[in-house]
């Protein structure tokens, strides 16, 4: 029987509940498409640290990489700081490690579950974000130029080639998701182009991009603007790619359009590694009580499957994908559960248990 290898790292926090959801779900999922999924728990995140004085161990960044795919909770608890006073973040050590240059954060609303949005479109929201994940202002990250007590100055990074790769990406799945709605795809490029030179730059390697796909729609907002429009009209997008720290900011402004970070799966993904994860930090605010959301978990896993298909040819881990997603919006649709963060009573166990009763092969 195949069998894939996933690097399991729940983390702090939320992390471990909502991963230990995912592993009773793929649990089943592997039994149903008749594949081996097996999960290789590895120590990281900020406890660890705490534990041991390392963050990420060295054999657990090997094991991601010898994995087929690398599942990831949640990092980062309260007051935990390493050395040079910033958070313990690993999940970014990783992304620059792998070179998963892309950050891709689907949001979509599921019948049964509102939004927080008043406009009857908003029910039908259903877009990706595609985060550059390795230059942009997090270049400065470890790099803050701090001249004296007086000024600290940290630097924007944009490159051609990093700018061009993650165009590429964001056309490229925008094709894939063209072909599969039917619809014509488009790719919005969200910037600062009217302020800032690395912007403008950015803004012009994506037209350069956007003309090698002209069967794409292709447009560009001012970020400021974006956040606007993001909120009025969302159903109106498909795909946006943005600059590192914008993408940041904006993938949590678009989980709250579909009802809360428990809503939000993303993936970090390169050429060669995939990491998926679910778009929310360790939440300390409910941490232990078996309060979260795990959905964000859950579709993430459904994520990390439809990767590995891409890349293996496997078809029955896309078929495994779409029992999870299937399962999901079934188990919300028949208003079996409710999240707590959506005021409902149903907590981490009873959602992963529900959508785990619901899996059911896609044809
Ligand atoms: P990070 O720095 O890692 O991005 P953060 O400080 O932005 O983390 P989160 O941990 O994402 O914060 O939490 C933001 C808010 O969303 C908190 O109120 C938290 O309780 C809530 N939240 C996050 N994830 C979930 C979830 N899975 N289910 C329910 N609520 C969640
Ligand atoms: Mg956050």
Redesign the pocket.
């Given at each position: 029987m195949e069998s894939y290898r996933i690097a399991v790292l729940p983390g702090d926090?939320?992390g471990i509940e909502?991963m230990h959801a995912a592993a009773a779900v793929l649990e089943t999922v592997q039994r149903r498409i008749g594949r081996i999924l097996q999960l290789q728990w590895l120590p990281a995140g900020a406890q660890h640290y705490l534990d041991s004085g390392v963050a990420l161990p060295d054999a657990t960044l090997r094991h991601c990489e010898q994995a087929d795919a690398i599942l990831f909770g949640?990092?980062?608890l309260p007051h935990v700081h390493g050395a040079d006073g910033t958070?313990i973040?690993p999940q970014i050590d990783l992304r620059m490690h792998l070179d998963l240059y892309a950050g891709v954060r689907p949001i979509r609303t599921f019948e049964g579950l509102p939004t927080p949005l008043a406009r009857p479109e908003a029910a039908h929201i259903d877009l990706v974000l595609v985060r550059e994940n390795t230059e942009g202002l997090f270049y400065a990250r470890g790099r803050g130029d701090v001249r004296g007590d007086d000024e600290v100055r940290d630097t924007m990074r944009i490159t051609r080639q990093g700018t061009a790769r993650i165009c590429e990406f964001a056309f490229r799945l925008a094709e894939r998701r063209a072909a599969r709605s039917g619809r014509r795809g488009r790719v919005t490029n969200v910037d600062k182009a009217n302020v800032f030179a690395s912007m403008a730059f950015f803004r012009k390697v994506f037209e350069e991009v956007a003309a090698r796909h002209p069967q794409i729609a292709a447009d560009s907002g001012y970020v400021d603007a974006m956040a606007l429009n993001l909120v009025m009209k969302p159903w109106t997008y498909d795909v946006l790619v943005t600059e590192n720290m914008f993408g940041d900011i904006l993938s949590?402004l678009i989980a709250a359009l579909v009802g809360?970070?428990?809503m939000a799966p993303s993936g970090d993904i390169g050429d060669r590694y995939g990491l998926f994860q679910?778009?929310?930090?360790?939440?300390?605010?409910?941490a232990g009580q078996g309060?979260?959301?795990?959905?964000?978990?859950l579709l993430s896993a459904a994520m990390m499957l439809e990767w590995l298909a891409g890349r293996s040819g496997d078809a029955a881990l896309a078929d495994g994908a779409a029992m999870i997603q299937h399962a999901v919006e079934q188990v919300f649709a028949s208003g079996q559960v409710r999240?707590?963060?959506f005021g409902g009573t149903d907590g981490t166990a009873a959602i992963a248990q529900a959508v785990a009763g619901a899996l059911r092969p896609a044809h």
């Open positions: 926090g939320i909502v949640a990092m980062g958070e973040i949590d809360g970070m428990g679910p778009a929310h930090g360790t939440a300390p605010d409910i309060k979260a959301n795990p959905t964000a978990m999240p707590m963060e």
